[in-house]
């Protein structure tokens, strides 16, 4: 069973930062491409950042500069530093994990993000 289990987020003041987790089990970690989104209320899921098997990474313009990704294939643990964190950045940010060949597409439950003063 595949699960994907993400922890970190909370409330935050703007300027704060948090570190989000995320453990995944049931699958083989280190062939995925992790990744995290978030979705705000009445708005589509987006990505914020994603990182290949390989190790390269993608930001959305709107994070660059202040979150990082990174992954530790040991524990199969995916991270998301976010670090001047503005209220524009409240959503509920989801743990994604991504196969090509075959095709796998998996998600966590959420974590709540608010930034908030």
């Known amino acids: 069973q595949v699960q994907l289990v993400e922890s970190g987020g909370g409330l935050v003041q703007p300027g704060g930062s948090l570190r989000l987790s995320c453990a995944a089990s049931?699958?083989?970690?280190?062939?995925?491409?992790m990744g995290w989104y978030r979705q705000c209320p009445g708005k589509q899921r987006e990505l914020v950042a994603d990182?290949?098997?390989?190790?390269?990474?993608n930001y959305a313009d709107s994070v660059k500069d202040r979150f990082t990704i990174s992954r530790d294939n040991a524990k199969k643990t995916v991270y998301l530093q976010m670090n001047s964190l503005k209220p524009e950045d409240t959503a509920v940010y989801y743990c994604?994990?991504?196969?090509?060949?075959?095709?796998?597409?998996?998600w966590g439950q959420g974590t709540q993000v608010t930034v908030s003063s």
């Open positions: 994604n994990a991504k196969l090509r060949y075959p095709l796998r597409d998996y």
């Open positions: 049931g699958i083989s970690f280190s062939s995925y491409k």
């Open positions: 990182m290949t098997s390989g190790g390269s990474t």
